[in-house]
């Protein structure tokens, strides 16, 4: 075991420390993370690992939707206006799927913001993730933390050249990657990657490449936490979503104040000693390059890497892990009393603690009972049931429907037998991707047949038209009322649509319009 | 900021401004976003030097890219021309009948002849083309001067009683005021208005059937049915274009109005014509 009073002291110090003088403009203060390693750190690896897996391969997935649809999973077809999700096709109007899912997901936030705190700065904001995997391409190339600052102090020699060139040259490969895969989206994948390399593709597919290498390449690679702290307004909103029993990365000063770099010789000197020992590892791990001992601050995207860089000399001093842990504010506030001995006292840790050197059953970070609250059940509750709202809208959904707009100059014309007439846009949607036959059928309005403009169907009642694949179709249709027929000056009637073999039908109500002389 | 202040309880520099024994903490702007700021100046000033902007006594400075918004009407408008190009040059070259059997060359002279409608016959014709008294409705299927496309055409092409124009459609009916008599106008009114309705007094229809048999049948025909070539309407029918009723016709009968169709062949050239005639002739009515 190492000396406890000769851990080494990291030479860190917080960007936003108040004692540091500012001048008029401030400067970025750059930030060299160093590699963290413990079980937040191998979190972190996976969700990296699966949110660019998911980001990368799923416009390369395909389902098979039959010969008249496209088979790529999911596919944002804007020319054609549909939206492809695997089994379920959206048409434009439907678009409140979307936003349904837009509300559980602001829903989903609050949820988990109240519960864990700022989970998706954490682990998985796009920004984090990215900027995550830049970090593993200058510490592949420039070396940890130390060698990074030194290379950065130094002159440019010819070595410094080489590798901030690779760097950055890794970066630019990384950024057009990420650009490149966003266009895959929105047309069939195997398709446009072969037009996008022979240089056939459309003008805003490279545009759009060059938006967002421009943009992953300068937020990923050279703004990094400036984004989150100055441009982004999810800090301050998730700020507002925090509250007592919400988790966030917490430094335990209850157990570490006084915090000591030589607490041997304090102890013996008969003062008070936490387990802090100030080596700063926590805060040369912060991708943030905040310091958490300053307490709760806007800057800290609760990544937890300065809670595995903590245990990790926790472990080395033989001191129990969770200086830095996630903990609620409630149970921060009880130890705090239990450590201050009601508030009367500054911060003693032996007071947590038990003659024998254990933690004393009163200390706690957490209980999985504050996860369970009526603020969260509201939040599930919400969310369960919009969930089960779309779900049942999606499951009942009408694949075939009708809209007319009834032809309102003239509103209705006399034809020289005194009979009346009105014209109706009648419009088909035959939203799923076979070709159907539908059955137009008029219901009410005595004597009267409906006609075709453009078509050689007799005048009648109904009439059979074929409907393209997943298109909508639409037709003028005449309806002519024999003058004796003619009851009111507006009357109404329905239109009805069927398609006899998947028993699905639809109907509007129209009304037919007549000159009040025609009574 | 000789004399430097530091607030206490931030520890952070203040700028010298106070309010009431409040001071201004100095918490400055990242660097990023100041040069951003001065980014936009920049582009601002340089903005002005390419594109039109400084106001001076006659005119704006012009700026060096030479930029008119006028002139991007003028080639917008020139490339909207060239678009239509291939379908406006089809329509000139192809009969009415091939226009029709086109099903795009069709639903683009319907769309021109639509425009072409709003801007020079909703003044008579109105908006919906539904016509009003002394202006036919062009949606019925009753034609003074005949419903195939070819008849509109030339109707639309040299007009009704325009006097300029050679081929214009012409005819007149006598104002028969000055040739039957009152009492003869009322029992010819009579008998008209009994094709097509009930009339007051039933004992004039036939000595109606009568005046109409010796003033009326060389036009509007024996069975009342009128004559196209003559632009005589059809007396039959339920479509009036001075009204119906004994009234209204004995109106007509005493002094018949007349009315008047320019022609448009000199004013919007053969292409557009055309295109008018498809119009009309698909809103409901065409032959």
Same mark, same amino acid.
């Given at each position: 075991m190492l000396d406890k009073t000769?851990?080494?002291?990291?030479?860190?110090?917080?960007?936003?420390?108040?004692?540091?003088?500012?001048?008029?403009?401030?400067?970025?203060?750059?930030?060299?993370?160093?590699?963290?390693?413990?079980?937040?750190?191998?979190?972190?690896?996976l969700v990296m690992a699966i949110t660019l897996g998911?980001?990368?391969?799923?416009?390369?997935?395909?389902?098979?939707?039959?010969?008249?649809?496209?088979?790529?999973?999911?596919?944002?077809?804007?020319?054609?206006?549909?939206?492809?999700?695997?089994?379920?096709e959206?048409?434009?109007?439907?678009?409140?799927?979307?936003?349904?899912?837009?509300?559980?997901?602001?829903?989903?936030?609050?949820?988990?913001?109240?519960?864990?705190?700022?989970?998706?700065?954490?682990?998985?904001?796009?920004?984090?993730?990215?900027?995550?995997?830049?970090?593993?391409?200058?510490?592949?190339?420039?070396?940890?933390?130390?060698?990074?600052?030194?290379?950065?102090a130094g002159p440019w020699t010819a070595r410094k050249l080489v590798l901030r060139v690779s760097k950055h040259a890794i970066w630019l490969v990384i950024a057009v990657a990420t650009g490149g895969a966003w266009i895959f989206y929105f047309a069939d994948a195997p398709t446009l990657i072969s037009e996008v390399f022979t240089g056939t593709a459309a003008p805003v597919a490279y545009v759009t490449i060059a938006v967002l290498t421009a943009t992953t390449y300068t937020f990923g690679g050279l703004m990094r936490e400036q984004v989150c702290t100055y441009m982004c307004p999810w800090p301050r909103i998730q700020a507002a979503m925090l509250d007592e029993n919400s988790l966030t990365v917490t430094y335990n000063d209850w157990r570490g104040e006084p915090r000591s770099r030589h607490a041997k010789k304090a102890h013996a000197a008969g003062q008070r000693v936490g387990d802090c020992v100030d080596c700063n590892a926590c805060v040369a791990v912060c991708p943030m390059g905040i310091d958490i001992r300053d307490g709760q601050q806007l800057e800290c995207i609760t990544c937890a890497l300065c809670v595995d860089a903590c245990d990790g000399v926790m472990d080395k001093l033989g001191k129990e892990r969770g200086l830095i842990s996630y903990a609620t504010l409630f149970h921060y506030n009880a130890n705090m009393m239990l450590a201050t001995a009601g508030g009367s006292s500054s911060i003693n840790?032996?007071?947590v603690r038990t003659a024998v050197g254990t933690?004393?059953?009163?200390?706690?970070?957490?209980?999985?009972?504050k996860i369970f609250r009526p603020r969260t059940y509201v939040y599930m509750g919400l969310w369960s049931l919009i969930g089960l709202g779309l779900l049942y809208s999606l499951l009942t959904r009408d694949r075939l429907e009708l809209n007319v707009l009834h032809d309102r100059n003239p509103q209705f014309v006399t034809l020289s037998d005194g009979?009346?007439?009105?014209?109706?846009?009648?419009?088909?949607?035959?939203?799923?991707?076979?070709?159907?036959?539908?059955?137009?059928?008029?219901?009410?309005?005595?004597?009267?047949?409906?006609?075709?403009?453009?078509?050689?169907?007799?005048?009648?009642?109904f009439f059979g038209i074929a409907v393209e694949p997943d298109r909508l179709k639409m037709l003028k249709v005449f309806v002519r009322q024999p003058a004796g027929e003619v009851r009111h000056a507006a009357q109404t009637f329905k239109f009805r649509v069927e398609d006899k073999a998947n028993f699905e039908s639809d109907e509007y109500t129209a009304t037919f319009n007549a000159p009040e002389i025609a009574r | 900021m000789s004399d430097e202040h530091i607030d206490e309880v931030s520890g952070i520099s203040t700028t010298g401004h106070e309010w009431d024994g409040i001071r201004e903490l100095n918490n400055p702007l990242p660097r990023w976003w100041v040069i951003t700021f001065y980014i936009t100046v920049g582009w601002a000033v340089a903005y002005t030097i390419a594109y039109p902007a400084w106001p001076m006594l006659s005119s704006?400075? %012009?700026?060096?890219?030479?930029?008119?918004?006028?002139?991007?009407?003028?080639?917008?408008?020139?490339?909207?021309?060239?678009? %239509?190009? %291939?379908?406006?040059?089809?329509?000139?070259?192809k009969s009415l009948s091939e226009i029709a059997s086109d099903y795009a060359l069709r639903e683009f002279a319907v769309a021109a002849g639509g425009a072409a409608f709003k801007v020079n016959c909703t003044q008579c014709h109105g908006s919906g083309a539904q016509g009003s008294k002394g202006f036919p409705n062009l949606n019925d299927d009753d034609w003074l001067w005949g419903g195939t496309a070819e008849q509109i055409q030339q109707t639309i092409a040299h007009g009704i009683r325009f006097a300029s124009d050679p081929d214009t459609r012409l005819s007149e009916m006598p104002a028969f005021g000055d040739i039957i008599t009152a009492d003869q106008i009322a029992q010819v009114s009579a008998y008209v208005a009994s094709l097509s309705g009930k009339v007051r007094d039933a004992t004039l229809i036939q000595p109606g059937a009568k005046i109409f048999a010796e003033n009326c049948v060389s036009c509007h025909g024996d069975k009342a049915k009128g004559n196209r070539e003559l632009g005589a309407p059809d007396l039959t029918d339920a479509i009036w274009l001075y009204g119906s009723g004994e009234t209204a016709v004995a109106v007509q009968v005493r002094a018949p109005k007349h009315g008047v169709m320019p022609a448009w062949i000199g004013r919007l050239g053969e292409t557009k014509v055309k295109e008018l005639a498809v119009y009309v002739h698909s809103l409901g009515g065409g032959e």
């Open positions: 000769q851990m080494e002291r990291l030479e860190a110090k917080a960007v936003n420390s108040a004692k540091t003088q500012q001048p008029l403009y401030a400067p970025r203060k750059k930030i060299f993370p160093k590699r963290a390693s413990g079980s937040f750190r191998r979190f972190k690896w998911i980001y990368y391969l799923t416009p390369w997935l395909r389902w098979d939707r039959g010969p008249f649809a496209p088979d790529q999973a999911v596919l944002i077809d804007l020319a054609n206006r549909r939206f492809y999700f695997f089994f379920i959206i048409w434009p109007q439907e678009f409140y799927y979307v936003a349904g899912l837009l509300i559980m997901a602001g829903i989903g936030l609050f949820l988990i913001t109240s519960t864990v705190g700022r989970a998706w700065c954490g682990y998985t904001c796009p920004q984090t993730v990215w900027v995550d995997l830049f970090l593993v391409v200058e510490r592949a190339i420039e070396g940890d933390r130390n060698a990074r600052m030194k290379l950065d840790p032996s007071l933690f004393c059953d009163q200390a706690a970070y957490f209980h999985i009972r009979s009346i007439r009105n014209g109706y846009t009648v419009k088909l949607l035959n939203m799923i991707p076979e070709p159907r036959t539908i059955i137009v059928a008029m219901q009410g309005l005595q004597g009267a047949e409906m006609s075709v403009v453009g078509s050689d169907l007799p005048a009648d009642r | 704006a400075t %012009k700026g060096v890219l030479g930029y008119s918004s006028r002139n991007d009407v003028k080639n917008e408008l020139a490339a909207a021309e060239a678009a %239509k190009g %291939k379908y406006a040059a089809a329509v000139e070259s």
